[in-house]
């Protein structure tokens, strides 16, 4: 199976950019770990602190999934339950390569 690369955009609350930020490298740090996990980047916007975006890269669908429920991307969102305005997330296949 081919690598999945995920796109994943995170825009906090303004009153919680911090908290958020705390949650978020939390979770870097536990999903760097993870079986199938080629690349796990987290960036911050230089004009709107607000909005963290995540570069991935995993080994397939099954490690991603494996991931999305593991112990701490649970916990992850049960600590930012009501602290984030906006989600999008995209899982793609590279093309052309």
Known sequence: ???VTVVAKVTSRSDA???VKAELL???TETTQEEGCIE???HQDNED????VFYENWDSLACLEQH????????YLAAVDGLIADKVVHKM???GI
Request: glycine fraction near 4%; proline fraction near 4%; aromatic fraction near 8%.
């Open 1 to 3: 199976m081919s690598t």
């Open 26 to 28: 939390k979770l870097v």
């Open 68 to 75: 999305l429920n593991s112990k701490h991307s649970q916990a």
């Open 49 to 52: 602190p607000a909005v963290f």
């Open 93 to 95: 296949t590279g093309i």
């Open 17 to 19: 950019v911090d908290a």
């Open 40 to 42: 796990y980047r987290l």
